[in-house]
């Protein structure tokens, strides 16, 4: 029996995979976690073998709550689910303890199939994650500037592409504003940008706004 949390904070998308997994008697749905904190607790107090999270959830960023669960709770398999394509997270996510990364688009049965495949102790990587994992380890050197950007940077730079201000990104992130500053220009730097509506333009140039 595979003992499964799901972290979402939609109830509606909450209640369809319920609704899959109840229909799978060798999956054993023991957790509804709603944001990153409760999520990390869930994972922790509950013990289950593999935990279905969102990208998109109130408190900490989906990248930091993988930083914490592979040291609160390492023996367990995390599945990244997310409207986000591939491109811009994916690889993020496995380097940072993700056993496999799959987009909401995905069929119910490619869902089911994944999260037999991480509670196996596989990883479970689609045809386009693994064009851009082989592109990283072959030192792919046409790859866009802001995969060159860290996990804080990128944070940063999907904040200020998004319209928030360096106070506001701050507090989202527990970081001065100061600090924020010294991050966007980093991003400002290794993206060859000098402005946020830059930012904006190569978002949208790259599909990642």
């Given at each position: 029996m595979?003992?499964?949390?799901?972290?979402?904070?939609?109830?509606?998308?909450?209640?369809?995979?319920?609704?899959?997994?109840?229909?799978?008697?060798?999956?054993?749905?023991?957790?509804?976690?709603?944001?990153?904190?409760?999520?990390?607790?869930?994972?922790?107090?509950?013990?289950?073998?593999?935990?279905?999270?969102?990208?998109s959830?109130?408190?900490?960023?989906?990248?930091?709550?993988?930083?914490?669960?592979?040291?609160?709770?390492?023996?367990?398999?995390?599945?990244?689910?997310?409207?986000?394509?591939?491109?811009?997270?994916?690889?993020?996510?496995?380097?940072?303890?993700?056993?496999?990364?799959?987009?909401?688009?995905?069929?119910?049965?490619?869902?089911?199939?994944?999260?037999?495949?991480?509670?196996?102790?596989?990883?479970?990587?689609t045809?386009?994650?693994?064009?851009?994992?082989?592109?990283e380890?072959?030192?792919?050197?046409?790859?866009?500037?802001?995969?060159?950007?860290?996990?804080?940077?990128?944070?940063?730079?999907?904040s200020?592409?998004?319209?928030?201000?360096?106070?506001?990104?701050?507090?989202?992130?527990?970081?001065?504003?100061?600090?924020?500053?010294?991050?966007?220009?980093?991003?400002?730097?290794?993206?060859?940008?000098?402005?946020?509506?830059?930012?904006?333009?190569?978002?949208?140039?790259?599909?990642?706004?």
């Open positions: 595979i003992r499964l949390v799901v972290a979402d904070d939609h109830p509606i998308v909450r209640e369809g995979l319920k609704r899959l997994i109840e229909s799978d008697p060798d999956i054993q749905l023991v957790g509804e976690a709603v944001d990153g904190h409760d999520a990390v607790r869930q994972a922790k107090e509950l013990c289950p073998d593999v935990l279905l999270l969102d990208v959830m109130p408190g900490p960023h989906f990248l930091e709550i993988l930083s914490q669960l592979r040291s609160d709770s390492p023996g367990l398999r995390v599945l990244v689910l997310s409207l986000h394509p591939e491109k811009l997270y994916a690889v993020r996510a496995l380097r940072n303890g993700a056993a496999g990364y799959l987009t909401k688009e995905r069929s119910a049965e490619e869902v089911v199939g994944a999260i037999r495949h991480v509670h196996q102790g596989g990883r479970y990587v045809s386009t994650l693994a064009e851009l994992l082989a592109a380890v072959g030192g792919d050197h046409s790859r866009p500037e802001h995969e060159t950007l860290s996990d804080r940077e990128f944070q940063v730079f999907r200020l592409v998004g319209g928030h201000s360096v106070t506001e990104i701050g507090k989202a992130l527990s970081l001065s504003p100061k600090t924020v500053s010294t991050y966007r220009a980093r991003v400002l730097k290794k993206t060859r940008c000098v402005s946020n509506a830059d930012l904006v333009r190569y978002a949208a140039d790259h599909d990642l706004a």
